[in-house]
Structures are given as structure tokens and as C-alpha cells.
């Protein structure tokens, strides 16, 4: 029986939908390897604010290898009728911070037993959360040498976080869009972090803020953003400053 016009043509299309479906998922293949081989451009330390990751039971920088937490990490329940406008700058003193929220003990061990895991994880991004943990627990074992840095820092975790954005009409995002408007002082914290991180680890680290969500478009007033960068110790988070009236407007420039 001969095929009708339509019916070959709809053929035609399936196979070069199929091709490029194929194609597009050995291209998405290739890239996310060379991203975590470090093929393309500079290499960034393991980002567990991704949306592709959830990472609440990893809030304070250990996983379950014991079968035991070292902290708990039960998500915030309270709710807010009604979040309250703020500047973030004058709530940074209710960002509630933690003690340094992981332990020196067992490492060889909990780094064995991640290592054993990821192999027998398939998931690409489940793979990735457990080898950015790995990592940062390869180093802590280097804290001491780098202790005189990190400790002035104050620490925060996630929880702590959306305990805030839950309060007040606030978001977290990347800092990109900042980094044009942050005063010398703030640059300078961030090149200085930058710096100890190649040291530590020959990684990039990865900073976000909290702001408005309207400072996120563009904008011709100033924005004053809380500035946090994530630990190379472990998932959470420390705090580098708040900035108001330093911040630049490039009109002005």
C-alpha cells in the first residue's frame, strides 16, 4: 500500500525530531562532563543552591553515616500570613547565624563511605551533590592552615535562611547582577575569598545575595544587598557583609 504525502512527510519529521532529541542529550552529555572535568572554562566549587539539588539533609555539612545526624535538619513549619517589606541591610542582624556546624572527627571514614555511595549512584546530579560534599570534606581537612581566614566569617544555613525570606518580602539569587554596583570594600572581600579558595582547593567559590526581589531587574536606584558566599567546608553558608549607600550607581558613574 503507498504511503499518502502527509504520512511521509509526517515520517520525515519524526526522524529528524528523534535525531535531534539525540543529539541535543549527547551534547548536554558532553558539556555537564566537561564542565565536572574542568574542560570548560574556570571551575567552580559544587553549588548545592541549584535548583536541581535538595540538599536539607545536608544543611550542616555532613550526610548520614552512621545512621545519625550531627545536627538536626527539620524544615522550617512556620508560616507567615503576610511578609513585611524591608531593606535587607536593616534585618541582617535577624539572619540568625550558627556556630561552626560540622566536626573535625571520623573524615577518612565519612569520605569513604560517600565515595561508596557515588558509585553506585547512576542519577548525574544526585552523583555531583555527593562529590561536592567529598570535596569539601577533603578540605576541612585542611582547616587548620586556612582557620585565620574562614573563622571571622559569621556562618548561616538554609534553614536559617528561608526562616528570613519567609518573614519578609526578600529572595535569594546569584550575585552576578550585583558585582557591577558592590562598593571596593565588597570586591575586595570577594577577591580576597577567591584567592584562599584557589589555595584550599584550586576552586572558584560561589556567592549569592538576598535582596528585594525588584533589585534583581534592572535598576536605577540604588540596591543593598546581603552578601553570602557558600562555605568550601561544607553546606552552608557564610556571611560577608550588607551594603546601602556604598553601593555605585553606574549612571553616576
Known amino acids: 500500500m503507498k504511503k499518502s504525502l502527509k504520512f511521509r512527510v509526517a515520517e520525515w519529521i519524526v526522524r529528524r525530531l528523534k535525531k535531534l532529541m539525540d543529539s541535543n542529550r549527547v551534547a548536554a552529555n558532553f558539556i555537564a562532563d566537561a564542565l565536572e572535568s574542568g574542560e570548560l572554562g574556570e571551575i567552580y566549587l559544587f553549588d548545592f543552591k541549584d535548583p536541581n539539588f535538595d540538599t536539607r539533609d545536608l544543611i550542616a555539612g555532613d550526610i548520614v553515616v552512621d545512621g545519625t545526624f550531627l545536627e538536626s535538619t527539620t524544615p522550617s513549619t512556620s508560616k507567615t500570613s503576610q511578609k513585611i517589606k524591608v531593606k535587607p ?12 556546624p ?20 547512576k542519577q548525574r546530579y544526585a552523583k555531583r551533590e555527593v562529590n561536592g560534599l567529598i570535596e569539601r570534606l577533603e578540605n576541612r581537612k585542611k582547616y587548620n ?22 518573614k519578609y518580602e526578600l529572595v535569594m539569587k546569584s550575585s552576578d547582577i550585583f558585582i557591577p554596583e558592590f562598593p571596593k570594600v565588597a570586591i575586595d572581600i570577594m577577591n ?10 584550586n576552586k572558584k ?21 546581603i552578601l ?22 553606574l549612571t553616576e558613574l
Request: contains cysteine; negative net charge.
Open 145 to 166: 592552615e586556612f582557620r585565620s581566614f574562614f573563622d571571622p566569617f559569621q556562618n548561616t544555613t538554609d534553614e536559617k535562611i528561608d526562616a528570613l525570606l519567609e
Open 228 to 249: 553570602l558566599v557558600q562555605s568550601p567546608l561544607g553546606f552552608y553558608w557564610q556571611i560577608l557583609g550588607a551594603w546601602d549607600s556604598e553601593m555605585i550607581l
Open 205 to 225: 567559590p560561589v556567592f549569592y545575595v538576598i535582596a528585594t526581589a525588584d533589585s534583581f531587574k534592572k535598576s536605577y536606584k540604588r540596591r543593598d544587598p
Open 192 to 201: 580576597n575569598y577567591t584567592n584562599k579558595m584557589k589555595e584550599l582547593c
Open 102 to 121: 560540622w566536626s573535625m572527627l571520623a573524615l577518612d571514614d565519612k569520605i569513604s563511605i560517600l565515595r561508596d555511595k557515588a558509585k553506585l549512584i
Open 89 to 100: 541591610v536593616d534585618v541582617l542582624r535577624e539572619l540568625e547565624t550558627v556556630p561552626t
